[in-house]
């Protein structure tokens, strides 16, 4: 099984506002809109500098 792990940010009060309000307009909620721009800046350092292969990641 997978084990998911665990973040926590500090953030301010307006950005937390800002992102619930982008998240429900996405439809998504705060932790998947999180995840969501997470996998986009993946996605955008791997097209410039090649994908992150396992053996980088220790």
């Given amino acids: 099984m997978e084990r998911k792990k665990h973040l926590s940010i500090r953030m301010d009060q307006e950005q937390h506002d800002k992102l619930q309000y982008i998240a429900a307009y996405e439809g998504r909620s705060m ?3 999180i995840l ?3 996998n986009q800046c993946i996605r955008s350092f791997e097209e410039e500098h090649g994908p ?3 053996e980088d990641l220790n």
């Fill in 52 to 54: 992150i292969k396992p």
């Fill in 31 to 33: 932790s998947r809109q």
């Fill in 36 to 38: 969501h721009l997470i």
